[in-house]
Nanobody, 117 residues
């Protein structure tokens, strides 16, 4: 069972990044897929989530209008398109598959996103 993130890195303020996360070893298509982020000394926070069907999304106010989550259940992948990035978006970003009924959450290892000039 794995969740593997990619696409992080260093970007200038105002720039864009697209994070990807691919799951394997479990039926990703029946899980809600989520992106979270965490900075040292703070709790992990939800950035955006999408339900298993891809028909509903939830996002944090801090990323409203700047981030879009999407998924493709054929390839078991979820993306987070982040635009107009700000220094305060700097964090380690984690993807997670959350069961919509009973089950176990599956977390990725995290990927660094740094927004700096």
């Amino acid at each position: 069972v794995k969740m593997v993130e990619s696409g992080g890195g260093l970007v200038q303020p105002g720039g864009s990044l697209r994070l990807s996360c691919t799951g394997s070893g479990f039926p990703c298509g029946i899980y809600a897929m989520t992106w979270h982020r965490q900075v040292p000394g703070k709790e992990r926070e939800l950035v955006e989530a999408i339900n298993s069907a891809g028909s509903m999304t939830t996002y944090a106010d801090s990323v409203k209008g700047r981030c879009v989550i999407s998924r493709d259940n054929v390839v078991d992948t979820v993306w987070l398109q982040m635009n107009n990035l700000k220094p305060e978006d700097t964090a380690v970003y984690f993807c997670a598959a959350m069961p919509e009924g009973s089950g176990t959450a599956r977390w990725g290892q995290g990927i660094q996103v740094t927004v700096s000039s």
